[in-house]
């Protein structure tokens, strides 16, 4: 949602009043309505991700089909996603790869990365239909594409589909069946795939409680670039690690290492006591899920 959230601000900044840095949507559709391209393209992701309202697809794929028809990349890249997996819009391959194709002609760099990853990365399209799906909370849409794209060897995809089975999104939970994935996720390369088995170490889950393992492999995922593995690293390694909150000058209560990693690696960051998304709401830190 922070990427979502940025990409509008840029938008509004490029498209039309820079004023508008953060628009919200009844300013977006006044502009949209007006026939503006890029309007009409925030307009169609707000409703698709209910950033500002709740989720719409019928709305969303109004908006980004018109931004599209003016040839925007970005609605056409949206466009070619959903078209990938028959979200909103019939299931057409053909169709996906001509507006990708598209995009990347009029010089979208996110159209041409994906073009490229999909020639040199086993799996990589299924994986990316798993990802939009699972970004839309579309959980078990998503498992026969990540399944299918981790058997290909998508470290990426082994990572998603361990998450799956981590917190039971679209399947029951099974720990010991998420580590596996992980595991194979690391053994490809991927960073997030090292540091989340080094989670699975640090806090037991699926496996017993090891930290010597568990800073193995944070190491190796800060070796591979990961600044949040070398701060959990940091971390663990701290006397204060186990060290209940405690106040500093008053009222004030602050995390332990141990709940920072759980709150970090699991898409948050602490405030005090209190584990947070992006969009500043309370999420639970050994899930990573809104609070109800």
């Known amino acids: 949602m922070r990427i979502l959230t940025t990409m509008l601000a840029i938008l509004s900044a490029l498209y039309w009043s820079p004023a508008l840095s953060n628009p919200s949507l009844r300013e977006t559709l006044a502009a949209a309505k007006a026939g503006n391209a890029g309007a009409q393209y925030m307009a169609g992701m707000m409703y698709l991700f209910g950033q500002g309202t709740p989720r719409d697809l019928p709305r969303a794929v109004k908006w980004l089909e018109q931004s599209a028809d003016a040839k925007l990349p970005q609605a056409l890249v949206a466009l070619a996603g959903l078209s990938d997996v028959g979200l909103g819009v019939p299931l057409d391959v053909a169709r996906a790869d001509k507006l990708r194709q598209e995009a990347a002609l009029a010089g979208n760099p996110t159209a041409r990365g994906q073009i490229e990853n999909d020639r040199r990365m086993p799996g990589q399209r299924d994986f990316r239909r798993a990802s939009l799906l699972t970004e839309l909370h579309r959980y078990a849409e998503a498992l026969p594409y990540a399944k299918k794209s981790a058997d290909a060897g998508s470290a990426n995809a082994q990572l998603l589909l361990g998450r799956a089975y981590h917190f039971g999104l679209g399947v029951p939970v099974d720990k010991p069946a998420a580590l596996a994935l992980y595991q194979r996720s690391d053994m490809g390369g991927l960073a997030d795939g090292s540091r989340a088995v080094a989670y699975m170490y640090e806090f037991g889950e699926g496996v017993g409680v090891d930290r010597k393992k568990a800073?193995?492999?944070?190491?190796?995922?800060?070796?591979?670039?990961?600044a949040l593995a070398r701060r959990a690293?940091?971390?663990?390694?701290?006397?204060?690690?186990?060290?209940?909150?405690?106040?500093?000058?008053?009222?004030?209560?602050?995390?332990?290492?141990?709940?920072?990693?759980?709150?970090?690696?699991?898409?948050?960051?602490?405030?005090?006591?209190?584990?947070?998304?992006?969009?500043?709401?309370?999420?639970?830190?050994?899930?990573?899920?809104?609070?109800?």
Do not use: K, W
């Open 215 to 226: 800073l193995q492999y944070y190491d190796r995922a800060a070796s591979r670039g990961s």
């Open 233 to 292: 690293a940091a971390n663990l390694r701290s006397p204060d690690y186990d060290q209940p909150a405690r106040s500093q000058g008053g009222n004030s209560e602050y995390a332990t290492p141990a709940q920072d990693n759980r709150c970090a690696d699991n898409g948050g960051r602490m405030d005090g006591t209190q584990c947070f998304n992006a969009s500043r709401v309370p999420i639970d830190p050994s899930n990573g899920q809104h609070y109800r």
